[in-house]
Structure formats: structure tokens, C-alpha cells
């Protein structure tokens, strides 16, 4: 069973705009990720945030992690037409092996 | 660097065909993953390796073999391919655990499609 899950599944924001994706997961894990994929191609790593942590930045991305609620968001400030593509959480299962599951992800189209 | 490369990129085959996807990478990473992308169902792990000559299956292993006789390949095989296969499968390698080092590289993707 699929163990992140995002929300929302879809989302269309102006360019200039903030964009936050949410995901939830059900297990103990070591890590969470982030990745982007745009239409046709292999996902790219986007952040990893440890289980310890609760922020994280990287340039215009901004990840939170609450593991009390077993939940992660990705915030992409300043959105670029270049944004345009579809997200995925993945976490690292501690209780699995340490496999690497993804969610459903979330496709987020930026408007001129 | 050509990080991970699939191969092929795309392939039809006829119901009760057999197959092998390749994938190779040239960092010296020592896991290596198989997903399928299907619609609305995200990526779903197949099978990985976490060293040369080790396998171990994933969420959904039935109906395909995998084999890490190298430790920069890994092996997707089709026994006799149904049209549930119809998929985009992704090859994906990493140093360690991801907690150690970060990140899956992932290739682009080979398309299947079983008639």
C-alpha cells in the first residue's frame, strides 16, 4: 500500500504565487523526501529531511516535518513557469526494510 | 556523466512475451531500485538490490525476476508478460541508505506496452 499520500492531487496557482503540498504517511520513518517530475521524465531529488528535524530550506523551498502528526509540506515561494511538473514525498520505512515508498504525488501547474 | 541509463526506452510486446529492462549506472552506488509509474498510482517499488549479488523484493514483486550479477547493473525481467505490465518502469540508485546520503538518482524511464 501506497504509504505517503499527497495533498492535493492537483493545483494551479499564478506565477509569482506561493504553492504548498502536503503529504501524510502512516509508519515510523528514518527520513522524508522530496522529489520533482517533470511530464516525460525521471524524478529529480528535490530535499530530504531527517526525522529529527522540522524545517528545512533550500533556495525557494521550504519543507516542514511534523512526526507527531506523521505529516511533511512543501512550500515553493515566488512559483516560475519552470515549477510547472508533479511532486512526490517519499519515505524511508523503518519498519519495512528501509524501502524507499513513494506517494501519489501532486500535479501542479503554474499560470502565466 | 551518463548517471543511470535505461534501456530500452520503449518496448511492445505481445501477451506471454518475455523481456529484460536493463539498468546501469557508473556512480558506484551500491543500491539500486526497480518502480512502475502507473496513472493516479504513483511510483511503486518492484523490487532493489542493496549490494552486488543481493535482491529483495518490494510492494509489488509478482510477476518479474530481478538479478545484480554487477554491481553497476540491475536487471528487470518479464517471465511472460500480461497487460497489467503496461507501465513506465524507473531504475533508481543511490550510495547507501538514503538516511546516510540524501538522494535516489533516478534514469528516464522505459515505457512498456504488452498487447
Known amino acids: 500500500s501506497q504509504q505517503g499520500e499527497e495533498d492535493p492531487q492537483a493545483l494551479s496557482i499564478q506565477e509569482g504565487e506561493n504553492a504548498t503540498m502536503n503529504c501524510s504517511y502512516k509508519t515510523s520513518i528514518n527520513n522524508l523526501q522530496w522529489y520533482r517530475q517533470n511530464s516525460g521524465r525521471g524524478l529529480v531529488h528535490l530535499i530530504l529531511i531527517r526525522s529529527n528535524e522540522r524545517e528545512k530550506h533550500s533556495g525557494r523551498l521550504r519543507v516542514t516535518l511534523d512526526t507527531s502528526k506523521k505529516s511533511s509540506s512543501l512550500l515553493i515561494t515566488a512559483s516560475r513557469a519552470a515549477d510547472t511538473a508533479s511532486y512526490f514525498c517519499?519515505?524511508?520505512?523503518?519498519?519495512?526494510?528501509?524501502?524507499?515508498?513513494f506517494g501519489k504525488g501532486t500535479r501542479l501547474h503554474i499560470l502565466p | 556523466n551518463a548517471g543511470v541509463t535505461q534501456t530500452p526506452k520503449f518496448r511492445v510486446l505481445k501477451t506471454g512475451q518475455s523481456m529484460t529492462l536493463l539498468c546501469a549506472q557508473d556512480m558506484n552506488h551500491e543500491y539500486m531500485y526497480w518502480y512502475r509509474q502507473d496513472p493516479g498510482m504513483g511510483l511503486r517499488l518492484i523490487h532493489y538490490s542493496v549490494g552486488e549479488g543481493t535482491t529483495a523484493k518490494g510492494e509489488v514483486p509478482d510477476g518479474y525476476n530481478v538479478s545484480r550479477l554487477k554491481k553497476q547493473n540491475f536487471l528487470l525481467g518479464l517471465e511472460s508478460a500480461a497487460p497489467s505490465q503496461t507501465s513506465v518502469y524507473f531504475c533508481a540508485s543511490s550510495y547507501s541508505r538514503t538516511g546516510d546520503t540524501g538522494e535516489l538518482f533516478f534514469g528516464e524511464g522505459s515505457r512498456l506496452t504488452v498487447l
Open positions: 517519499a519515505v524511508e520505512d523503518m519498519n519495512r526494510d528501509d524501502k524507499i515508498i
